[in-house]
């Protein structure tokens, strides 16, 4: 069966500081996706990344990086110099290959940026 | 840029109603899929629809839910008699393919009473 496990309920952090949020996953298979989205107060589901299995490199997308390690089973999202705009849950999630294959969720991390 | 839509924005009805939630995906997109959040949880999967059947389907989407494309353009979700425990956000999404990326549209939150 897949999971997802985000351990950190809730963070809160200053302007400009940089925060990683964790994201631990559990798959049987050796081909899957993972997926970072974004749920501002607004409340829609806004895609930030997909990563296959096969590819361990970082990546950066401007103030966003993501570190995925497969033998940690670790996909991780850091947020450097962060920003107020920056505050929302944000869910990690993985997927199998397969036929309109579901995304798993984890439960998600409420980030808190304050002036 | 093409985005997944979803009407109405809020619903409420009283327990034992049917309603319909109704998406219209991305116009190029072949994958369709419902999600729903009860409030303050994860989001959870439902069912993915491709080809005109169900891929798959979760364990919370029994009998009373079923989806239908009607159309070129229109993805539903129907619920026959809700449920209090039926009230939730429900998200569509759609995607390319079943292993890309999907997108989600903005949700409509159902009240059952």
């Known amino acids: 069966a897949q999971k997802v496990t985000q351990a950190q309920t809730e963070i809160s952090v200053v302007e400009k500081e940089d925060v990683t949020l964790d994201c631990v996953y559990e798959?049987?298979?050796?081909?899957?996706?993972l997926f970072w989205y974004k749920q501002p107060p607004s409340g829609e589901l806004v895609f930030l990344i997909r990563?296959?299995?096969?590819?361990?490199q970082n990546e950066i997308s401007g103030r966003y990086s993501w570190n995925f390690q497969k033998s940690t089973s670790s996909f991780n999202f850091t947020i450097t110099a962060s920003q107020v705009v920056d505050s929302a849950v944000y869910f990690c999630a993985l997927q199998n290959t397969g036929t309109a294959s579901k995304l798993t969720f984890g439960t998600g991390t409420r980030l808190q940026v304050t002036l | 840029e093409p985005e997944v839509t979803q009407t109405p924005s809020h619903q409420v009805t009283q327990m034992g109603q049917e309603v319909i939630l109704r998406c219209v995906p991305i116009?190029?997109?072949?994958?369709f899929y419902w999600y729903r959040q009860i409030l303050g949880q994860k989001v959870e999967f439902l069912v993915s629809f491709y080809n005109n059947e169900i891929s798959e389907k979760s364990e919370i989407f029994d009998d009373q839910f079923s989806v239908e494309r009607p159309d070129g353009s229109n993805f539903t979700l129907k619920i026959r008699s809700t449920k209090l425990e039926d009230s939730a956000m429900y998200f569509c999404a759609s995607s390319l393919a079943g292993f890309y990326e999907q997108y989600f549209g903005p949700g409509t939150r159902l009240t059952v009473t």
């Open positions: 116009s190029n997109h072949l994958y």
């Open positions: 990563r296959n299995s096969f590819d361990e």
């Open positions: 798959t049987r298979d050796t081909t899957y996706y």
